[in-house]
């Protein structure tokens, strides 16, 4: 398998930890093969340019950055099919220039952890994997070139966090490992189709308890902006595919978690869903607690369709386009700003920007005066 430490790089992030982070870029769901728009109809176009043109100072992967349970349903998956997709992956067309333009960050999904929706079980499936966790995890910090001495390659799980900046700008970027730890969710059928339900014990969980821990101790550290991502989304709650809905008490647990350790401008990015929206529950977390999802780079479909989630932002429709996310950071605006945006990955073109107050999201702030424009 080839890794990126033999692609051309620009920077390590660690070199990036006095820089200002302005552009943060992310996203999911990139079939290494080729995308689509359609179940029968391939599509294959480069993204990258696009990406590299916003500029970012830091691009998060944040899960199914390949697949490589694609097409392999009728067999076991192996860890040759891992080494494999991220060969295929590795060769696409610009994605070494998009390592040579920017520092990227990864953690992953299910089809990258090795099996569609996949969880900490994934050692017990032997009659669908020959491979464990543990070697996939190591697969993925090989290829996305971790260091020796990281964290990520002493302790189970691909969970990571970094910080970048002086003080009155410095900024938290945490990737979570959703895969690793997670417990199975109690499922129904409906109408022929499997809807995943709300699941709760005292063993219910998505990050695990030594996750949670390291979390915990990641939120008390001084940042002026975190940016968490998360494989699957976390504000939306109606749709019945996986999210941390179907673990509520977790689901709030983390918005607690914000709360009790003071953590102030947080944001949320997720992906998985093969569409794009921007959510944002105002209720049950200290702040409004934004989820900007970007999903997939090349496996979105040229269209539009209603789907309930109380907490969007902009309407009844999700949209499917093939797309990545932008974050940009005003830092000298009085006071700072955020622009959320997410772009079409085929032509770069900007489909949502939508601004927040940095001021907006702090623990027992009373509610910040918005700009006529925003």
């Not at 552009?23 to 599509?43: E, M, P, V």
């Not at 097409?71 to 991220?86: C, G, M, P, V």
């Not at 969970?159 to 938290?172: A, H, L, M």
Request: glycine share 8%.
């Amino acid at each position: 398998m080839q890794t990126l430490r033999t692609l051309p790089t620009r920077l390590a992030a660690a070199t990036l930890a006095a820089a200002v982070i302005t552009t943060i870029a992310f996203g999911s769901c990139f079939n290494q093969t080729g995308g689509y728009s359609t179940a029968q109809r391939k599509h294959d176009f480069n993204p990258f340019p696009h990406l590299i043109a916003q500029d970012p100072d830091l691009f998060l992967f944040i899960g199914d950055n390949m697949y490589a349970d694609l097409e392999r349903r009728h067999r076991k998956i192996d860890l040759a099919d891992i080494d494999t997709a991220y060969d295929e992956l590795a060769a696409r067309p610009g994605f070494a220039a998009l390592f040579d333009a920017t520092p990227i960050l990864a953690t992953w999904d299910d089809h990258d952890y090795g099996l569609n929706d996949a969880g900490g079980n994934l050692n017990t499936l032997t009659d669908q994997v020959t491979f464990t966790k543990q070697q996939s995890q190591l697969a993925l910090l090989d290829f996305f070139g971790d260091p020796a001495d990281s964290p990520r390659r002493s302790r189970e799980g691909v969970y990571g966090s970094w910080t970048f900046g002086p003080e009155g700008k410095r900024t938290q970027v945490i990737l979570l490992d959703t895969r690793y730890f997670r417990s199975e969710i109690d499922t129904k059928q409906v109408d022929g189709r499997r809807h995943y339900q709300p699941t709760t014990g005292p063993d219910a969980t998505v990050l695990g308890d030594a996750q949670w821990a390291w979390l915990e101790e990641e939120l008390k550290k001084p940042a002026d902006l975190r940016v968490i991502a998360s494989s699957i989304q976390i504000v939306a709650s109606e749709h019945r595919f996986e999210k941390w809905a179907n673990f509520p008490d977790e689901r709030q647990r983390l918005f607690d978690l914000i709360a009790s350790t003071g953590a102030n401008g947080v944001v949320l990015v997720s992906g998985d869903r093969h569409q794009w929206e921007l959510s944002a529950d105002k209720a049950n977390g200290p702040y409004p607690m934004y989820d900007l999802t970007s999903s997939g780079m090349n496996m979105g479909r040229e269209r539009a369709r209603t789907e309930p989630n109380q907490f969007r932002i902009g309407g009844e429709a999700a949209f499917h386009n093939p797309n990545f996310g932008v974050i940009r950071v005003d830092w000298d605006a009085q006071p700072a700003t955020l622009t959320l945006e997410i772009h079409h990955a085929r032509t770069g073109q900007p489909l949502l920007a939508y601004r927040v107050l940095l001021d907006s999201l702090t623990i027992g702030n009373p509610k910040v005066a918005v700009p006529a424009d925003f």
